[in-house]
């Protein structure tokens, strides 16, 4: 049995997806800046984004301190340790 070339997928090449983000700092910063539910614990290496969202592909924003915890709840509630802002300095 012949199988075609057609019939193989391509590969994902992953610098042409724009949704792939590497730093787990920028989707945490992302999901408390665009006060998207869930819960955010970050800790020098350690972060742990529980819901929340990948960032959008040109999201400059990020977080300015070594640790902190946020919870974000519906209705854009929102209740945090880092009161500092996103923007990149």
Avoid: C
């Avoid at 012949?2 to 730093?23: G, N």
């Avoid at 990020?62 to 915890?69: D, M, R, Y």
Wanted: net charge negative; charged share 15%; aromatic share 12%.
């Amino acid at each position: 049995m012949d199988v075609s070339k057609e019939s193989q997928q391509p590969s994902i090449d992953p610098s042409q997806s724009s949704a792939l983000v590497d730093d787990p700092l920028t989707a945490i910063a992302y999901s408390m800046d665009a006060l998207i539910p869930g819960l955010y614990i970050w800790l020098g290496e350690f972060k742990l984004r529980i819901g929340g969202s990948l960032p959008e592909e040109n999201y400059p924003g990020t977080l300015h301190s070594f640790a902190g915890i946020s919870l974000v709840l519906p209705g854009y509630r929102i209740y945090t340790t880092y009161h500092g802002s996103y923007d990149p300095r």
